[in-house]
């Protein structure tokens, strides 16, 4: 009976975990958000890494860096039920009645993010690494 109780907690917890999850999106567009006339060169670097591109004058300017990553349906969408389908599937798996789903899709993104002179991210967005990419896989 215990072990019914431990299973019905861990399926509770990952179906809590997975809504929350549901709802924020990819973390990285609140990161840029929150970090415009903020963040500096080296703290996006300590948190993602180098970037994949960076262009950045000679004579001073704005430098201009990109990163690419890969996307999952369930982070593009800011409110998104991928999430808590998955938390589901990964509860079903846990007490032993698995069952066979198509895999995920991983879209390729790309980050641009401008800085000043002074090293400090000014703006930013995030497209498609080819543009319709998303659309195309999803037409019906």
Known sequence: MRRVYQHL????????????????????DGYFKKGVDRLT???????LGPPHTAKTPVLGGDSVW?????LAEKELSSLH?????????????????AG???????????????FDEQKILKQWKR??????????LNAK
């Open 100 to 114: 066979e789903g198509p895999k995920e899709i991983l879209y390729c993104y790309r980050y641009t993010l401008n």
């Open 9 to 28: 907690f861990t399926v509770g917890m990952l179906l809590l975990t997975g809504m929350i999850l549901a709802c924020g999106g990819p973390w990285r």
């Open 41 to 47: 060169q080296d703290e996006v670097t300590e948190m």
């Open 81 to 97: 039920f991928a999430g808590l389908a998955n938390a589901t599937k990964q509860a079903t798996s846990l007490i032993g009645r």
């Open 127 to 136: 497209e498609e690494c080819v543009p319709g990419t998303h659309d195309t």
């Open 66 to 70: 990109t990163y690419r990553v890969p």
